[in-house]
């Protein structure tokens, strides 16, 4: 599942690690610069010849790990003939990220949560890659010629989104369980989904 990936700058490599750890575990709002800096051990001066502000910091870190998401993806669609067989792929992953012990739920929503103005630049970060994401499942079901493939990309995305928040607050478990079963009933009831239904 998506880390963060190596950069050309040691520096900003270890700035970006440093503080992608920091805003996962305990809240973008609660760390600070500074401590960015310490953590990451390198000067002031480093920090903002790298990232002009905290800001382009978590934008940076959004970025990274919406790039690890899309690289994931191409390799899974690599790997597998049958478009279906992608996104199960690609849904089982995402179960399976529930279940690991530092899990603390979307980095994408726990940003959008703490960054109310849709207009700002780490709203825009978390709306491309939901963008993506919704994008990506539907092109993937069109390219398996699924049936309202729309509607059914609307319910795989919140059942996404609602096994990441279910995964967090309750069971990682059950939350990656109840993902797949959902994930194989869309799958499985096409007719669910058209306007007829």
């Known amino acids: 599942m998506p880390t963060l990936t190596d950069r050309p700058?040691?520096?900003r490599d270890r700035l970006l690690r440093t503080a992608g750890a920091l805003f996962y575990a305990d809240g973008i709002n609660a760390v600070g610069?500074?401590?960015v800096i310490a953590e990451a051990q390198v000067t002031k001066s480093t920090f903002y010849r790298h990232f002009p502000s905290k800001e382009?910091?978590?934008v940076a870190y959004l970025?990274?790990?919406d790039n690890q998401f899309r690289d994931w993806f191409s390799t899974l669609d690599g790997e597998?003939?049958?478009p279906v067989d992608?996104?199960?792929a690609f849904y089982s992953g995402i179960a399976l990220y529930l279940c690991g012990d530092d899990f603390r739920g979307c980095h994408f929503i726990n940003a959008a949560a703490e960054e109310p103005n849709q207009g700002l630049p780490i709203r825009q970060a978390v709306m491309a890659h939901r963008s993506w994401f919704r994008k990506t499942v539907r092109e993937t079901l069109e390219r398996a010629r699924f049936p309202a493939a729309a509607a059914a990309t609307d319910?795989?995305?919140m059942l996404r989104d609602g096994a990441m928040v279910q995964g967090y607050l309750e069971s990682p478990k059950s939350a990656?369980?109840?993902l797949m079963r959902g994930f194989e009933l869309t799958l499985k009831h096409p007719e669910l989904f058209s306007p007829a239904a």
């Open 9 to 11: 700058s040691a520096a």
């Open 33 to 35: 610069v500074d401590r």
């Open 56 to 58: 382009r910091l978590v």
């Open 63 to 65: 970025e990274a790990i």
């Open 80 to 82: 597998h003939e049958d």
């Open 86 to 88: 992608v996104l199960r």
């Open 155 to 157: 319910n795989l995305v």
């Open 176 to 178: 990656g369980d109840a």
